[in-house]
């Protein structure tokens, strides 16, 4: 098996979120993947084959985290775009087969990445006991962002106190199946960014994601209803750090940003 690590989100080697991607004929068995994700040991590794000329789609896509399979990961998306529009291995419009349907993903002549993904479903829910202490700040609004996504998003008071979260990690797990999407309005946006926000996703094995892309299917709709535009730019304010550019279109929401490859190799076990 041939072995790319990739950061996604960003141009910059080190920063963004790096995605193990493996391009493979087939799938092996689950706990085939599994194994490699744990190895790899990056918040999400995809796995993708080739599909038959002709059906709804150009390529089978899976996406494992070192700890379990998940419905949706941008990222990782983004990061398997790159690897096979930089080694020829597909031209134009790339179509993957996913649990979350089929999702587009295409080169800009820039040389950023744009991805078609479902916008996510929020629901207002009342915020469930614990959820300020285990965060470590009390939330202004809470919503669930349905079953694609898996999380609760939850608005604070700004960007500082986004920038300021120091949450109790293995509390967070109770309160959603994958975890906790902190977000505020952007305290400047002559920086560049409209919002801000951090992903906390301990039920996958993940204490504090890099930059995730599935998370912005939920702050697109949020906040383009809030900030009155439907095009905005979400700074996701992790250490590594990273910008995901978004587009809500009704019921799909558009995300681009950039990749850069930083490891290549094979895998010998």
């Known amino acids: 098996m041939r072995i790319r690590i990739v950061d996604a989100f960003t141009d910059r080697p080190f920063t963004g979120n790096p995605a ?15 194994q490699v994700a744990l190895e790899v040991n990056h918040a999400e590794t995809a796995f993708a084959h080739p599909l038959p000329e002709g059906g709804p789609a150009d390529w089978a896509l899976r996406w494992f ?17 790159h690897v096979l529009y930089s080694t020829g291995a597909h031209e134009g419009p790339v179509r993957f087969a996913t649990r979350s349907g089929v999702l587009n993903a295409t080169l800009s002549e820039d040389g950023s990445i744009t991805l078609d993904f479902p916008t996510a479903t929020l629901t ?24 694609n996504v898996g999380d609760l998003l939850v608005e604070v008071a700004d960007e500082r106190t986004v920038h300021a979260l120091r949450p109790d990690i293995r509390s967070l797990g109770a309160f959603s199946e994958r975890g906790i999407i902190a977000t505020a309005r952007a305290e400047d946006p002559t920086r560049g960014y409209d919002f801000v926000s951090r992903c906390f996703f301990p039920n996958v094995g993940i204490d504090e994601d890099p930059v995730t892309g599935s998370a912005h299917t939920t702050l697109a709709p949020y906040w383009s209803e809030r900030l009155g535009r439907t095009e905005l730019t979400g700074l996701q304010a992790s250490p590594r750090s990273g910008r995901v550019h978004t587009e809500l279109r009704g019921e799909r929401t558009l995300l681009s940003g950039r990749a850069v490859t930083v490891i290549e190799g094979d895998l010998l076990a």
Not at 20 to 34: C, I, S
Not at 65 to 81: F, I, K, Q, R, S
Not at 124 to 147: Q, Y
């Open 20 to 34: 193990g991607v493996l391009l493979l004929d087939a799938f092996p068995d689950d706990e085939r993947l599994q």
């Open 65 to 81: 985290t070192p700890a379990a399979e998940v419905n949706m990961c941008g990222h990782a998306t983004l990061a398997t775009a």
């Open 124 to 147: 207002p829910v009342e915020l469930p006991d614990g959820v300020a202490e285990a965060l470590g700040t009390e939330p202004l609004a809470v919503f669930d962002t349905g079953p």
